[in-house]
């Protein structure tokens, strides 16, 4: 059965995954190892439910998924992949598709992680391994913006292995980047709620429209 979506609040729910409310109360969760326990989100009322071990960003080019795994990462005390640095071979050469493919299955083997990255034909891959999915529904012309400045900065973090930052490597990708965006403002979107609703339907779903849904979101996820 496909999913359906409903607005609540602000926010989007995909029926066939269940919604968590943005209530924020952080409880505490007390463990000798972060990474042996999911975080949870704290309703008001004291309930919490899990986020899971396992727990897949996406959104559009540009649209905040690196930042917020990362601030989920500290969060939570998961451990955070970063997808882009696992894309590129050295000197940037593209992997196959054989190659792409198998090299997230062994980033996905492990039991507790938090992956960011829209390489959208491998999607249905990181759905089937995740617990908890993390959309991250940005404004196209703020995911375009993102990506026609960072064309303009020198990256500041980790580069892939075995290549080097380039400004004309930089300014190509990440201005036609930009193109692509507006290309695929709505079907990109649509086909990432329609690949959920395919394959994950045993996952909790929740999509952030706003840095604000973001930062409630966060701050309810307890440590």
């Known amino acids: 059965m496909g ?12 029926s066939g995954a269940p919604y968590l409310p943005l ?34 960003v996406d959104g559009m080019m540009g649209s905040g998924k690196s930042t917020f795994a990362r601030a989920l990462g500290a969060r939570t005390g998961l451990p955070v992949i970063h997808l882009d640095l696992h894309y590129w071979k050295p000197g940037w ?23 960011d990255g829209n390489y959208n034909e491998t999607l249905p891959l990181r759905l089937e391994r995740a617990e908890t999915v993390v959309f991250l529904d940005t404004p196209w012309w703020l995911c375009a913006s993102r990506a026609f400045v960072r064309g303009l900065r020198k990256p500041g ?21 930009v193109g692509r965006i507006w290309r695929n403002r709505r079907s990109e979107p649509e086909r990432a ?3 959920v609703s395919r394959h994950g339907s045993h996952t909790t779903v929740q999509v952030l429209c706003s840095r604000r849904d973001a930062r409630e979101f966060l701050d309810a996820v307890c440590r």
């Open 23 to 56: 209530g924020a109360r952080v409880a505490s969760n007390s463990s000798d190892n972060p990474l042996g326990t999911s975080g949870t989100l704290c309703s008001m009322n004291g309930a919490s439910r899990t986020i899971g071990r396992r727990v897949l």
């Open 157 to 177: 973090g980790e580069m892939p292995e075995g290549c080097q930052d380039s400004r004309c490597r930089r300014l190509r990708d990440e201005w036609g980047g």
């Open 93 to 115: 050469v593209r992997p196959s598709d054989d190659e792409w493919r198998e090299r997230q299955r062994t980033l996905l083997a492990g039991g507790a992680w938090i992956i």
């Open 193 to 195: 709620r329609s690949e």
């Open 3 to 14: 999913a359906s979506v409903n607005s609540y609040s602000g926010h989007t729910e995909l």
